[in-house]
């Protein structure tokens, strides 16, 4: 049969499919316990409303379809195609869904990268075969893809061998880097009654990326949230742009990401290297972008369970509704830990309470209704009312515990009272009745089993709700036009010397200070200068000149500038020997202000970042550090330096003048517009750099530049 028409090159990767209507299983098997025979048991139970066609060239007929001996055999084109055979029948498979213009191969079999260099060496070869065509390709090695909704269940997960009822098509996504982990997130939200749309495994991504189909999912009008397992991404720039659309569309993205422990730092050339690693940069796209990061299964739970309901936080003021005043004083506790505000209630809102309260209890936040509220069920309904309409409320958290008895006329309550808040409503329910509280959940309203687990969780929706209300951004790169710099260094090291003349073209003023070569020229250009003054040697290969003993500080007279200028050159040649030195820097002393670092580099990943910080000796000791992913937006430079912990000092702490913020903000951005428009620069970085008092500007004391050489 001749092959079906489909594009041969493509100068962009196809859509993601999601859907099909349909679908192949190549390696179908009558077992519906073997790989091969659960996705065609899936499909069935799961009531898939397209075609299925079972592909092994051992059966006439599977499950009630006619078997093809080979994709080639079908007569209908196939939007995807399940393979389920061992590697070493692969390769031929893969070759022919491609001339058969498969849309999308999901392929299940192992034996790839995830097996070491010959298994990197087969997926290579898959990938060959499908560049430059039409077909894409998830996995390999991935447990697949299922859409509950149409019941294409992709997949041979257990997940789907739940008891019929407990998974349900919701309004979610889920996308997992690891098929075992991932499975068990699915499930366990599953058992919740919590539904999900999707539920995908990523596999070796070897064509196919997390961040594609995160994507994909955002751009699903049936999905309002997406969730996700992930070890790390491999396109940085297309996982920012994914994450932006999910930001500016309102859609959360709740992620578990693996892998806080920094690497490869230890031979980092510069702090900013250093203190910029892999994690720090995720954490930065993950603000800068408003995805919301959890540590583990029960927090991403107890998020999915919230923002369900869609309701937006638009402030950090909580009101509490509580039957116990000892949960309320946790509570209280709790949401100031967790950058949340007990709501000081307008005066109005005290007089309806004291209506309905009774006057053992607590008309003030955190209200206290006591047990009272089991036996008048009104008082419930009236008080969570009364907070829900307090202008100064931006969501209510009810505490209770047990109120078995009282189940279903709590629920009730909850049921009615959530169909009508505009705002967000959390219940954090002790030891209540479980089947009460799953029936709940499955209505779409949050139910979490702790106070504390509840403030989190409502602390990540304020967190996404100021993220949602920034305006849109891209975080497209625009291809540099600048004139490339260059070193006559072997290794792209810059000397301070290099380093300052470049930040100079950027706007980043030196201080008047002279390069000498010789005793006399140091001598000459201290006079010049005025004393005190500080004298450096300045050399490529000489990153970190103060552990070397390659620094001399405030030097009053000549005869301390002799003898300084021998001392820093012998002490510099010892620590490296065959140092070359360009020279020895004059400089004058600058006292005051406050000591910042700022530098760049270029993340393997997501390539250009900037980094400010505290600054001096100690800032890898201090790690008081802001990243920001390029390029910035307006005022995102001043929110890097508000973030730090050294802010306080900036803006003037204890009767201290405030430091030249503005002056500090120009300099991150000019470091910032340096690394767009030289993509050569690998780092660079300033540090320290003395702001001064507002209006004082501020001034790079020291500064390194590292270009790649290749």
């Known amino acids: 049969m001749s092959a079906r028409n489909h594009s041969t090159s493509r100068s962009h990767k196809d859509a993601v499919l999601l859907d099909a209507r349909t679908v192949a299983v190549i390696g179908a098997s009558p077992d519906d316990n073997k790989i091969g025979g659960k996705p065609m048991r899936f499909l069935r139970e799961f009531n898939f409303r397209g075609q299925v066609f079972p592909v092994n060239p051992r059966y006439q007929e599977i499950g009630g379809y006619r078997c093809y001996p080979d994709v080639a055999s079908i007569e209908e084109p196939i939007d995807a195609a399940i393979v389920a055979v061992p590697y070493q029948h692969a390769q031929p498979i893969i070759e022919e869904c491609v001339r058969q213009g498969v849309r999308q191969i999901i392929m299940f079999s192992s034996g790839y990268a995830e097996t070491g260099a010959e298994g990197a060496m087969r997926q290579q070869m898959l990938l060959r075969t499908i560049g430059g065509s039409s077909t894409r390709l998830l996995g390999p090695n991935t447990l697949g893809l299922a859409n509950l909704e149409s019941g294409f269940i992709a997949n041979f997960s257990q997940a789907f061998e739940l008891p019929p009822g407990v998974l349900r098509s919701g309004r979610a996504g889920f996308v997992s880097q690891s098929g075992a982990f991932g499975t068990f997130i699915f499930t366990l939200c599953a058992e919740q009654g919590l539904g999900f749309k999707y539920f995908i495994v990523t596999g070796n991504e070897g064509d196919i990326t997390v961040s594609e189909l995160i994507d994909a999912m955002v751009d699903d009008g049936e999905v309002d949230l997406v969730a996700g397992y992930v070890e790390g991404v491999r396109d940085g720039r297309r996982f920012l742009a994914a994450c932006e659309k999910a930001r500016a569309a309102g859609k959360p993205v709740v992620l578990i990401k693996t892998g806080r422990t920094p690497g490869g730092s230890a031979a980092a050339m510069s702090h900013t290297a250093a203190i910029a690693g892999s994690d720090e940069v995720y954490e930065a796209v993950f603000r800068q972008t408003g995805v919301i990061r959890v540590d583990d299964e029960e927090e991403m739970l107890d998020l999915v369970t919230l923002m369900r309901s869609h309701k937006a936080m638009r402030g950090r003021r909580v009101g509490v509704l509580t039957m116990s005043g000892g949960a309320g004083v946790l509570i209280a506790d709790a949401l100031e830990s967790n950058g949340l505000e007990l709501a000081r209630l307008d005066p109005k809102t005290e007089e309806e309470l004291a209506k309905v309260v009774p006057e053992f209890g607590s008309r003030r936040n955190p209200v206290d209704l006591t047990g009272q509220f089991l036996a008048e069920p009104q008082m419930l309904r009236s008080s969570l009312d009364i907070l829900l309409r307090d202008p100064n409320t931006d969501a209510v958290l009810f505490f209770l515990g047990l109120g078995r008895r009282y189940g279903q006329q709590i629920a009730e309550t909850l049921r009615e009272i959530s169909a009508t808040a505009e705002k967000p409503v959390l219940v954090a329910w002790i030891a209540g009745p479980e089947q009460i509280i799953a029936q709940l959940r499955a209505d779409g309203i949050a139910v979490l089993p702790s106070p504390t687990r509840a403030v989190r969780a409502l602390s990540a929706l304020a967190y996404f709700g100021e993220a949602h209300a920034r305006q849109p951004r891209s975080f497209e790169l625009i291809a540099a036009q600048s004139e490339s710099i260059s070193t006559t260094d ?3 090291r810059c000397s301070e010397a290099q380093s300052k003349a470049v930040l100079e073209r950027y706007g980043i003023k030196r201080l008047p200070e002279v390069l000498a070569r010789s005793e006399e020229e140091a001598v000459a250009s201290a006079r010049s200068i005025g004393y005190p003054v500080v004298l450096k040697v300045c050399a490529a290969d000489l990153p970190h000149k103060t552990e070397a003993g390659a620094v001399a500080l405030n030097l009053r007279d000549e005869a301390a500038v002799r003898s300084a200028y021998h001392r820093i050159l012998d002490n510099a040649r010892r620590h ?42 100690y800032t890898e000791v201090l790690r008081d550090a802001a990243i920001g992913v390029l390029p910035l937006v307006k005022g995102e430079a001043e929110e890097l330096i508000r973030s730090l912990r050294v802010y306080p000092l900036l803006a003037g702490a204890r009767g201290k003048p405030p430091a030249d913020i503005e002056a500090l903000a120009a300099t991150i951005e000019a470091v910032a517009k340096l690394m767009l428009d030289h993509p050569e620069v690998s780092e660079v970085e300033i540090n320290p750099l003395r702001v001064l008092e507002r209006g004082g500007g501020a001034v790079p004391l020291d500064a390194l530049m590292v270009l790649q050489t290749a």
Not at 592 to 617: A, L, N, Q, T, Y
């Open 490 to 492: 072997h290794a792209g």
């Open 576 to 617: 490296a020997p065959g140092l070359n030195v360009e020279g020895v820097l004059v400089s004058p002393v600058v006292d005051g202000g406050v000591e910042v670092i700022v530098g760049g580099r270029r993340d393997p990943v997501f390539g250009p970042v900037v980094m400010v910080g505290s600054g001096g000796i």
